[in-house]
C-alpha cells in the first residue's frame, strides 16, 4: 500500500502504523476511529522539533559565515507552512491523507496548513521508527535543492521569521490589519500593516492581502534591524 512512499522517502517503515497514523487526519480519528486520539497530531508536534534540529544542525555547517540572525531567517523561509505543504505535495503524500468527510469535502486534501502539518508528522514518525538518522536523511534530501541554491533571503517567509523573533521576548501576538484596498477588481492593490502590542512596526502593499503582510513584515524586520 505504501510502496510509493517508502520509495519517496528512502525508507521502509518497521511499524506501518506510525506512517498510517501521520496520514491520519483528526477529523478521520474523530469519524472512523474507536481511539479518537489516533491522528497525527503528536507525530507533527514532535517532528516540527526534529525537523528544527535538523534543518539548524544543516545550515549551521553549511554556512559557517551567517550570523544568527541570517541563519533564523534561512531557517524559517525553509520550513514555512508553504514550503512543507509544497514538499508534501509533491511526494504525492496527499493521496495517502485519511481524512474525515466534512474536512474532505471543504478541500482539506489540499489545504496548505493541513499538508504542511503531514510533512512534520511524517518526520517524527520517521525518527519514532528509524531513529535521527533516518529523518535526516529524509531531510537533507528535501531541502538539498534550496540549500544548494539559496535564494535571496527578501524572498523567505518574513511572516514567520519576525514572529519567531518576538516569540523570544513576548507573549503578546503580531497583528496584521488590511489598511486600505483600492483599484478595480481584477487589479487590487492591498495595503497591510503589522503591529505589536499597539505599536506599528511596518506597512506593505500588494497585489494580495497575504503578499501585503509578507511585505509588511519584511519592512518590520528591517527597521527592526533582525536582517
Not at 112 to 128: N, S
Not at 135 to 158: G, K, L, R, W, Y
Amino acid at each position: 500500500m505504501y510502496d510509493k512512499v517508502y520509495e519517496k522517502l528512502s525508507y521502509k517503515f518497521n511499524d506501518v502504523g506510525l506512517l498510517e497514523q501521520a496520514f491520519t487526519h483528526s477529523s478521520y480519528a474523530h469519524e472512523c476511529e474507536t481511539n479518537s486520539n489516533k491522528h497525527n497530531e503528536r507525530l507533527e508536534y514532535l517532528g516540527d522539533a526534529v525537523l528544527e534540529l535538523l534543518i539548524s544542525d544543516l545550515l549551521y555547517n553549511q554556512f559557517p559565515d551567517f550570523d544568527e540572525g541570517q541563519l533564523t531567517k534561512f531557517r524559517a523561509g525553509l520550513v514555512c507552512e508553504p514550503s512543507l505543504a509544497k514538499l508534501t505535495y509533491e511526494a504525492g503524500f496527499e493521496e495517502y491523507l485519511r481524512l474525515g468527510k466534512g474536512e474532505e469535502n471543504i478541500g482539506g486534501r489540499y489545504r496548505e496548513a493541513l499538508l504542511a502539518d503531514v510533512f512534520e508528522a511524517v518526520v517524527g514518525a520517521m525518527f519514532l521508527d528509524g531513529g535521527l538518522q533516518c529523518a535526516q536523511t529524509f531531510v537533507h534530501a528535501c531541502f538539498a535543492e534550496a540549500i544548494e541554491n539559496p535564494v535571496s533571503f527578501d524572498q523567505f517567509d518574513n511572516k514567520t521569521f519576525l514572529q519567531e523573533s518576538f516569540q523570544k521576548s513576548s507573549k503578546i501576538p503580531l497583528n496584521y490589519v488590511i489598511s486600505n484596498e483600492s483599484g478595480p477588481e481584477h487589479k487590487k492593490k492591498f495595503t497591510a500593516k503589522v503591529e505589536h502590542d499597539g505599536k506599528l512596526l511596518g506597512t506593505g502593499v500588494g497585489r494580495s492581502k497575504k503578499e501585503a503582510e509578507q511585505n509588511a513584515a519584511a519592512e518590520a524586520v528591517s527597521k527592526l534591524g533582525l536582517n
